[in-house]
Nanobody
């Protein structure tokens, strides 16, 4: 059974950091890319970052480039999103999702986690 489980969300002050985790089961990261999406209230779900299955190459949205870092631990079958210099506009529910490639669109992703809330506020 394929499953993605996110953890690590919470409340943080502006300028702070959080690390999200996405634990995968039922498949291995050798065959699936993992992306992080986020959805703020009243807004569409947007792709934030992705790490490929083949060579671990990464993608970042312009809004997070230089502040967020995606990584993976093949042995633990887990992907991480290190988020630094957080801003109030980063507040959203963060989801991880699996796709054979780092697709651009929500509809391309086969599997999704349940989401974890990130709130950036003073």
């Amino acid at each position: 059974q394929v499953q993605l489980v996110e953890s690590g969300g919470g409340l943080v002050q502006p300028g702070g950091s959080l690390r999200l985790s996405c634990a995968a089961s039922g498949f291995t990261l050798d065959y699936y890319a993992i992306a992080w999406f986020r959805q703020a209230p009243g807004k569409e779900r947007e792709k934030v970052s992705c790490i490929s299955s083949t060579d671990g190459s990464t993608y970042y949205a312009d809004s997070v480039n230089g502040r967020f870092t995606i990584s993976r631990d093949i042995a633990k079958n887990t992907v991480y999103l290190q988020m630094n210099s957080l801003k109030p506009e980063d507040t959203a529910v963060y989801y991880c999702a699996a796709d054979p490639w780092c697709g651009s669109y929500v509809s391309e992703y086969d599997y999704w986690g349940q989401g974890t809330q990130v709130t950036v506020s003073s």
